[in-house]
């Protein structure tokens, strides 16, 4: 306990979709249990003002803040309340995302476009708002929540050519925000997420849900605890001398493969 205490963390997307927890909650519960003030961003204000209640519950200090990030006043207001509320901005974890079907040829445009603002424009607007308050802390932490689709081609998927791209540009995101933001403490990190139980995916069913457990190494289903615990570590001092990585958080599915027989 007391990783991040002292720290001030907003985390957007913060409120599950449905029901269980996904990977924003977890990362917001696990941020307060372990010392940190959340600022809980999300459209919906209702199902943020529950996560509230249930942070507080435990003791912990989060505040729901409504916002629709792929907005940049919206996200200038995120940046502008966490300093007001609680004094400063030292973690900021991008986990605003869509997904959606469709290959280079069936895509509807429309929604791509809809996408890349929600998925990869909207990071950039909560990082453009937070920068300078983590710059006059002294330093600060970007968490950029992506996929192991933006790191491998999904064969076999029902085309996804949109969420693929925009989790691959989160990742060479990160990279220029750690090599424009290093020299002035603030340290920019992506969490290369795989095939999690979250809300997000329930409605594939439970045959989905065996098959993405048995598709990677460790042949455990991942949660969104993985990914929070995975968040607190680049977000605490404990990561200090980390910026610019990749961490997966995938069971093993980018790095073990079976050896052909």
């Keep these: 306990m007391g990783r991040l205490s002292g720290k001030v963390a907003v985390v957007t997307g913060a409120a599950s979709r449905g029901d269980g927890v996904g990977n924003g909650a977890a990362t917001a519960i696990l941020f307060a249990r372990e010392g940190a003030k959340v600022v809980l961003v999300n459209r919906k204000i209702e199902r943020a003002k529950l996560l509230e209640d249930h942070i507080r519950a435990e003791g912990g200090e989060a505040t729901a803040f409504a916002a629709n990030v792929t907005k940049p006043e919206d996200a200038e207001a995120m940046a ?12 900021l974890h991008n986990n605003v995302g869509i997904g959606g079907t469709g290959n280079a040829e069936t895509v509807d445009l429309g929604y791509w476009d809809k996408v890349f603002q929600t998925n990869l424009t909207s990071a950039l607007l909560c990082c453009r708002a937070a920068i300078p308050r983590m710059r006059a802390n002294g330093g600060g932490s970007i968490v950029n ?12 998927s029902t085309g996804a050519v949109a969420y693929v791209a925009t989790k691959a540009g989160l ?3 990160t990279l220029s925000l750690a090599a424009d933001y290093a020299a002035e403490g603030i340290r920019a990190n992506c969490l290369i997420v795989g095939t999690v139980a979250t809300p997000m995916v329930a409605h594939l069913g439970e045959e989905a849900r065996e098959r993405r457990r048995m598709s990677v190494a460790l042949q455990t289903e991942g949660t969104g605890w993985d990914v929070g615990w995975a968040a607190v570590f680049l977000g605490s001092d404990e990561s200090r001398w980390i910026t610019g990585a990749m961490l997966p958080v995938d069971g093993g599915f980018l790095s073990v493969r079976p050896w052909p027989r």
Aim: avoid cysteine.
């Design 145 to 156: 929540v992506s996929s192991t689709a933006g790191a491998i081609g999904l064969q076999g």
């Design 80 to 91: 502008a309340f966490a300093v007001e509320r609680y004094g400063r901005l030292d973690i």
């Design 171 to 173: 990742q060479g995101m």
